[in-house]
């Protein structure tokens, strides 16, 4: 059962209602239920900010990193730990903002990690300014005129080196979430899960969305499945772009 | 046979049973590096991370020890602030590690490399928020495969990372060391992966075997913990709005480090008959000071925090005069002032020059040894 993954006991989460992180703790949770992860054989890592509690409300062992940290600490584990499966989920802030330069370093390394980012566009848990992954005009607190500069290519990012594996989906698109999840736990190496998901009372709002639902709605109308095959993702894309699945150090 | 300062470090570091190594380049530490790289391409049970920057190594060292490693970094002060976040970080979730910094005259890039003593007040109160870390500083070539051997062992025991502070001209000091005999005693039902140690090092006569003590907590991924930076209760469960729950584990964690600094009260104390006057002086100035002993009595701690408020007291207050000599502004003199409750003198060695001339006019100014020979 993926709810003995859970500390039920926990419960209700910190999250707002009509919170993505919701959803995607219980997808995942589903994946790693599925392929047999659990406290005997798995870790995960997480950073700092609304994603980043999810670590605590997971029944195994679990380090909540500082602020954009996860991939050095994570790394390290897997290092010590090659049987270890180690797993770190966290948000776009922390990932690709504070602890850009660790994601570029880890992944230039290849080393055998999946990472789930949380993709809501703001940082969720300081009231909701604007990041890296901030569309352009967005507003936010910290962006009243609208973000003024192009959110960050997380997937040419990632598709630098010789070897990724880098996917894009939504909190809505669930089954297809679940599939990006199990794909990238499977990947011999660095894996990336880019997730939209929605923040709907520090972002969507502001931006006219009423509920959660509002904002799920219209990942549904905005995203779409990218042809088979492709090399590439287009904007509003979703789908898996992969390369060289060779052998990794620790693999 | 002759050993470097840095070396010794790295030596001792594996000697105490560390497995995990990640750093970044900077002088004066550098031979660190390089030294677990040659290990780490030997032995295949050392890991090593070249990281991209000091804020990567020191929380890889955070999550090897968590792993089940005991790790370590080395540093020089511009690497040891970016570090900063991350010592309080071990503080907080009980992580045991080991932090060197080899110091080099700052603030910011400074004069690389040039030694200094700028490091000591970041060494204890670098980190934002309340802690209580464990700091050492050797002053030789064997002392710093010693003392390194007790960070790991300070570390295991009060789960958190432990400051050994080095400077460039101790880092890079060369000294013939005889490296057969100091007994190293690992606890019984340990398994040791073979390193390929050569070198050995010997324990002046008269001191106990070097214990090492093991890892006690089990590794990450045996269990259902929580291992988080933020307020938590015994149960790694969130307690952030709790003053009781924050006031409890605070105390806790104090009266443990006391405890256990008890346990790592290092100093040396040479006397002086007729002196009306006691040096203080610690690292790399205390073997410069060392020729005055024939002249002053003098005090050199090398557990440097916890202060030795006590050894302080009870020598300080049988001497009309303490000065403190360090390779910095005052840092360790303000502190005794604070253990004494009275003015003490000042002898600052500033921009990595430090000699016996020097300290001698300075004394001199102040009127102190006047009259005495060496
Ligand atoms: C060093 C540091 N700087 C700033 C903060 C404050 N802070 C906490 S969470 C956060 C941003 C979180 O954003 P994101 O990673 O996108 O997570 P979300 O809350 O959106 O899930 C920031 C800036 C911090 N905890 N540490
Ligand atoms: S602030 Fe946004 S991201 Fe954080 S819990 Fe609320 S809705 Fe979710
Ligand atoms: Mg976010």
């Known amino acids: 059962m993926f709810k003995d993954l859970l500390r039920l006991e926990l419960f209700p989460t910190m999250w707002c209602p009509g919170c993505g992180i919701g959803t995607l703790m219980s997808q995942v949770t589903m994946v790693m239920d599925e392929l047999g992860l659990d406290h005997t054989n798995s870790a995960v890592i997480s950073g700092i900010g609304c994603t980043g509690r999810m670590a605590g409300y997971m029944n195994l062992d679990s380090v909540y990193t500082l602020h954009g940290r996860t991939l050095p600490v994570a790394e390290a584990v897997k290092m010590v730990q090659p049987d270890l499966k180690v797993i770190v989920i966290s948000g776009d802030g922390d990932l690709t903002s504070i602890g850009g330069n660790h994601l570029l370093h880890t992944a230039r390394r290849n080393a055998n990690l999946t990472v789930l980012c949380n993709t809501n566009e703001v940082y969720g848990l300081t009231g909701g300014h604007a990041g890296p992954t901030t569309p352009k005009g967005a507003k936010t607190i910290s962006t009243p005129e609208g973000a003024a500069y192009e959110p960050l290519n997380l997937q040419n990012l990632l598709k630098g080196g010789s070897t990724y594996f880098y996917a894009r989906t939504t909190v809505y698109h669930q089954f297809h979430l679940r599939r990006c999840v199990k794909e990238a736990l499977a990947w011999p190496g660095f894996s990336f899960v880019d997730i939209t998901s929605q923040c709907i009372e520090n972002y969507g709002r502001r931006l006219g969305f009423k509920t959660g639902y509002e904002m799920l709605a219209w990942f549904r109308e905005k995203y779409k499945m990218a042809p088979d095959g492709a090399e590439s993702l287009g904007p509003f894309e979703l789908g898996i772009v992969r390369k060289g699945q060779t052998e990794t150090k620790d693999a | ?374």
């Open chain 2, 1 to 374: 046979m002759l050993v470097q300062g840095n070396q010794a470090v790295f030596l001792g570091a594996v000697k105490a049973g560390a497995t995990f190594f990640a750093g970044y380049p900077i002088s004066p530490s550098s031979e660190i590096l390089v030294l677990a790289a040659e290990h780490a391409a030997r032995n295949s049970v050392f890991k090593l991370i070249q990281s991209e920057d000091e804020i990567g190594a020191v929380n890889a060292i955070m999550g090897a020890s968590l792993a089940g490693a005991k790790s370590f970094t080395a540093t020089s002060g511009p690497g040891f602030s970016l570090m900063q976040e991350a010592v309080g970080y071990g503080h907080q979730v009980e992580i045991p590690t080991v932090i060197v910094d080899v110091q080099r005259v700052g603030p910011a890039t400074g004069m690389p490399t040039m030694p200094a003593q700028q490091d000591l007040l970041q060494a204890m109160h670098g980190s934002s928020g309340d802690y209580y870390p464990l700091v050492f500083y050797p002053n030789s070539v064997e002392e710093c495969y010693r003392y390194t051997i007790l960070a790991f062992n300070a570390a295991e025991e009060s789960l958190s990372p432990v400051i050994l502070l080095s400077d460039a001209f101790l880092g890079h000091l060369i000294e013939t060391v005889d490296l057969e005999a100091i007994p190293v005693l690992y606890p019984p039902g340990i398994v040791w992966h073979e390193h390929n140690l050569d070198l050995d090092l010997v324990v002046p006569g008269g001191m106990a075997p070097l214990e090492i003590v093991s890892r006690q907590r089990p590794p990450l991924g045996t269990g259902q913990r929580a291992f988080t930076g933020l307020t938590h209760d015994w149960r790694g469960q969130q307690r952030t709005a709790d003053a009781g729950v924050y006031r409890e584990w605070l105390a806790g964690v104090k009266k443990r480090h006391q405890e256990i600094a008890g346990n790592y009260r290092f100093y040396e104390y040479i006397d002086h008959p007729t002196s009306d006057t006691l040096l203080i002086a610690f690292g790399i100035v205390s073997r410069v000071v060392r020729p005055l002993a024939s002249r002053f009595a003098i005090f050199r701690p090398i557990s440097m925090a916890p202060l030795l408020a006590d050894e302080l007291r009870e020598y300080g207050r049988r001497f009309k005069n303490v000065v403190v000599v360090e390779a910095n502004d005052g840092q360790y003199a303000q502190l005794v002032e604070w253990a004494l409750r009275r003015e003490v003198r000042r002898v600052p060695l500033l921009g990595g020059r430090m000699n016996i001339p020097l300290i001698e006019a300075e004394l001199g100014r102040m009127g102190i040894g006047e009259g005495l020979s060496v």
